[in-house]
């Protein structure tokens, strides 16, 4: 064929391919971003026990322990509790999405529950093959030293056994411990388990545990350190440190209601922590105008104080 109409026949198929809306040769359609499925394992500390971050994006994620009526649910703690819900890993899915990332958030939480509670009920759930990442805590006061309450031993078998069960299923998963945060409730009024101690040193059991774990067990890819982040949020003068006492003006308080379970401030806190861990990214790229935290009712510049101190966090613990 003369190059001249070998030319004209090449635009022709390219303009035809045009109007048909089909991908030439030349502008290749681009194939949708494959989704990285990631398990949330825990209890209350992840679904956030109370509105709005309870229900929050509950519709796009998995809550693995919902089913309508019940039928064939696995017990709930309580029996007023509802579902499904979307909690820390809720703002997670939403975080995420604005960050570009295409994940594919499912939940498995009880409240109240412990790891040896997931390990013994949900391994069903938790050993799948398809999950690419993993995240896990224990009971709050699960990891402490047994003179404040704690079973350590209970939480370093259960955590490896359900690192090995995630392996066993999927040996190229990344798993990762969720470091939770000091209960103001053991802390500050009498007879409790940390009581007249500084707020640090529960915290400083919790790390200690956590990144114990992380590092005798090799099956872990990290921690997220939400619990280290309330800290430095507290020290930064962000967070107040007693919710007790009378309001620090200016500061927010990371504890709900019950000063136990976290606020909207600390559930957001916590979710950026994770993006900053398991995905790599800094969640302060998100800025005043991101969208989880207008939802749950979070002040633009506060937001941007939790991001940072998230960002933080996550660096300082890499050094």
Request: proline share 7%; glycine share 8%.
């Amino acid at each position: 064929m003369p190059l001249f109409s070998r030319s004209l026949a090449t635009a022709t198929l390219g303009l035809l391919a045009a109007v048909l809306g089909q991908p030439t040769a030349t502008h290749a359609a681009v194939p949708p971003q494959k989704s990285t499925v990631i398990l949330f394992v825990g209890n209350s500390f992840f679904h956030g026990a109370f509105e709005p971050v309870l229900t929050y994006n509950a519709a796009a994620i998995t809550d693995e322990n919902f089913r309508p009526n019940r039928t064939g649910q696995r017990r709930r703690q309580y029996e007023h509790e509802q579902g499904p819900w979307g909690g820390i890993p809720g703002i997670f899915k939403k975080l995420a999405d604005e960050s570009g990332l295409n994940y594919e958030v499912h939940l498995e939480a009880i409240s109240g529950q412990t790891l040896q509670f997931h390990y013994d009920s949900a391994l069903a759930v938790i050993q799948q093959p398809k999950w690419d990442k993993v995240v896990l805590h224990d009971y709050s006061t699960g990891p402490v030293p047994a003179r404040h309450g704690g079973q350590p031993a209970r939480f370093f078998t259960y955590a490896t056994r359900l690192a090995q069960a995630v392996h066993t299923a999927n040996p190229a998963a990344r798993l990762y411990l969720y470091q939770t945060w000091a209960r103001a409730d053991l802390t500050y009024p009498t007879g409790k388990s940390y009581s007249g101690l500084p707020l640090d040193s529960m915290t400083t059991d919790l790390h200690r545990a956590y990144y114990q774990e992380a590092a005798q067990d090799k099956n872990f890819a990290g921690v997220a350190p939400a619990g280290d982040a309330w800290l430095r949020a507290i020290r930064q003068g962000v967070a107040d440190p007693n919710p007790y006492d009378t309001a620090e003006p200016g500061k927010v308080d990371l504890w709900g209601r019950d000063h136990y379970h976290p606020s909207a401030y600390g559930a957001y806190l916590n979710a950026c922590v994770l993006l900053a861990e398991i995905t790599g990214k800094d969640p302060r790229k998100l800025g005043a105008q991101e969208q989880a935290a207008a939802a749950l009712g979070i002040a633009p510049e506060v937001a941007v104080k939790l991001q940072k101190v998230a960002y933080e966090q996550v660096k300082a613990a890499k050094k």
